[in-house]
């Protein structure tokens, strides 16, 4: 049980994702879940490295309860925010980006390749906090930001993907 305590955490990140859709954006129990969610992410791969359960597994299950996660947030949160079509194309660009590192990693190793950079890890954290500011940034800015990383972050991936030969 101690060896597989990281993925039981990460498999509850994708549960909690999936609740958030039952419950109205904004409300008590969105927020509860949405931190909870967050603190699985921030928690479970030192878990993973304190009790020496790091897999190639867990951190495929890390980067899908991530992918559900931000899916999950990105369906609720965003038809909320009024942007500008050039912020909607952005935000469009860096997904095909980020789906097309996807393929591009598969094809040239075979598997799903997930990058757990620092900056993949600031995007991600930026992301998180994001819904926090809301009320008090407008979104146009916010977002500007957290694009302007994640446009870096993919670049990153992109280079590491085309780069790296590790078949």
């Known amino acids: 049980m101690k060896k597989h305590f990281a993925d039981i955490i990460t498999g509850l990140r994708?549960?909690?994702s999936i609740l958030l859709l039952f419950f109205p954006a904004f409300s008590v129990e969105?927020?509860?879940t949405y931190l909870l969610?967050?603190?699985s992410d921030m928690?479970?791969?030192t878990i993973a490295r304190k009790t020496n359960a790091v897999s190639s597994f867990g951190s495929k299950l890390d980067t899908a309860a991530d992918f559900v996660f931000m899916a999950v947030c990105a369906?609720?949160?965003l038809p909320l925010v009024n942007?500008?079509?050039?912020?909607w194309i952005w935000i469009a660009v860096i997904a095909i980006m980020k789906g097309t590192n996807i393929v591009l990693g598969f094809v040239r190793r075979k598997k799903l390749v997930a990058y757990h950079t620092a900056l993949n890890k600031t995007t991600g954290l930026m992301l998180f906090l994001l819904l926090f500011t809301l009320q008090w940034i407008n979104?146009?800015?916010s977002l500007a930001v957290v694009c302007a990383v994640a446009t870096v972050t993919a670049v990153q991936e992109r280079c590491y993907t085309i780069k790296t030969n590790d078949k």
């Open 14 to 16: 994708i549960v909690g």
């Open 30 to 32: 969105f927020y509860i």
């Open 37 to 39: 969610c967050g603190l």
């Open 43 to 45: 928690i479970d791969g």
């Open 75 to 77: 369906f609720k949160l």
């Open 83 to 87: 942007l500008p079509v050039w912020l």
């Open 139 to 141: 979104p146009t800015y």
